[in-house]
């Protein structure tokens, strides 16, 4: 199973979009499941529900920092992450017409609620909007440049 379709059917399974991606690199990452998921839950619904940054776009930021950025606090290090995650942010946009998590939404049809309750997963809730797509797209962009590092 590739990453994205780890991805995707962790998402399916009811985890957040943030990590759901993140989930399928664990062990790229030498990150538990259980310690992903609950730094990673944060960031789902475009962060706590507010429709800010898509979780995907998230749980792809917190994979390359994990693979890519040192210990040390430098601006060579930020420098080199921050144009990491900016190239793989642009591939997603070129892909989706968007980073935020309401527009993405908005895109597919699907009224935007921000705050309250996660919605409960349903079949209709699958039905009506492409997260998991999402989710599978920014894994996938994550493995393929990981695999052109030489990082998989």
Do not use: H, W
């Not at 538990?32 to 776009?57: H, N, Q, Y």
């Not at 989706?96 to 309250?116: D, H, Q, R």
């Amino acid at each position: 199973m590739s990453r994205a379709e780890t991805a995707k059917e962790k998402f399916l399974q009811g985890y957040a979009c943030s990590q759901a991606v993140a989930l399928a690199f664990c062990d790229v990452m030498g990150i538990e499941e259980d310690v992903i998921s609950k730094i990673m839950l944060p960031f789902g619904g475009g962060i706590g529900r507010l429709r800010m940054t898509c979780g995907a776009v998230s749980g792809m930021a917190a994979v390359i920092g994990m693979v890519f950025a040192d210990a040390e606090n430098t601006p060579e290090n930020k420098k080199k992450t921050y144009a990491i995650v900016q190239e793989l942010c642009g591939k997603f946009k070129e892909e989706t017409g968007s980073l935020i998590c309401a527009e993405l939404l908005s895109g597919m049809k699907v009224p935007v609620e921000v705050g309250g309750n996660a919605e409960t997963r349903t079949v209709e809730y699958y039905k009506k909007r492409s997260c998991g797509d999402m989710v599978a797209l920014a894994a996938q962009i994550v493995e393929d440049y990981l695999k052109e590092q030489s990082k998989l």
